[in-house]
């Protein structure tokens, strides 16, 4: 088995882990948004504006725990100068400020991997969800019946 399937078994499973029970009709917009943020304003950006979001809401301990593992993910892979533990979100913060450009690209990569697999799970825990009454908050579902 290859090292890069090993990889992204890995971030599917982190991806589960970062996922709330329920996902609503926000909270999965949110996850959408996520790999674009990542690709638009960057690593850094996006991971302080996820920490921005934090609070005891719903969302914002969607937002906590998406932050969580942003770090978890970073730490274990020794991603930013071979670190594997930060002490808080800010001193990770500031060492994606601080990484060379390799440490920099290779975690804005991954992250934006772990970004995906979160988005589609977050995805097929809500249509899950939603399935009993037939769409998925609004959204038409076919109906299986050809019309002439």
Request: without cysteine; aromatic residues 10%.
């Given at each position: 088995m290859s090292t890069a399937r090993r990889v992204d078994q890995a971030m599917a499973l982190a991806a589960k882990d970062m996922l709330p029970e329920k996902i609503g009709k926000e909270l999965r917009t949110r996850y959408r948004q996520l790999p674009?943020?990542?690709?638009?304003?960057?690593?850094?950006?996006?991971?302080?504006?996820?920490?921005?979001?934090?609070?005891?809401?719903?969302?914002?301990?969607?937002?906590?725990?998406?932050?969580?593992?942003?770090?978890?993910?970073?730490?274990?892979?020794?991603?930013?100068?071979?670190?594997?533990?930060?002490?808080?979100?800010?001193?990770?913060?500031?060492?994606?400020?601080?990484?060379?450009?390799?440490?920099?690209?290779?975690?804005?990569?991954?992250?934006?991997?772990?970004?995906?697999?979160?988005?589609r799970l977050a995805e097929a825990r809500f249509r899950d969800a939603n399935a009993d009454s037939g769409t998925a908050a609004g959204e038409p579902q076919p109906s299986g019946e050809e019309t002439t």
């Open positions: 674009v943020m990542l690709h638009t304003a960057g690593l850094a950006a996006t991971y302080a504006f996820v920490l921005s979001k934090r609070d005891d809401s719903a969302l914002g301990t969607a937002y906590r725990k998406v932050a969580d593992g942003i770090r978890k993910h970073i730490g274990d892979r020794a991603l930013i100068g071979g670190r594997t533990h930060w002490g808080d979100d800010f001193e990770l913060l500031e060492a994606l400020a601080q990484a060379n450009r390799s440490d920099y690209m290779r975690a804005s990569a991954e992250i934006f991997a772990l970004a995906t697999w979160l988005s």
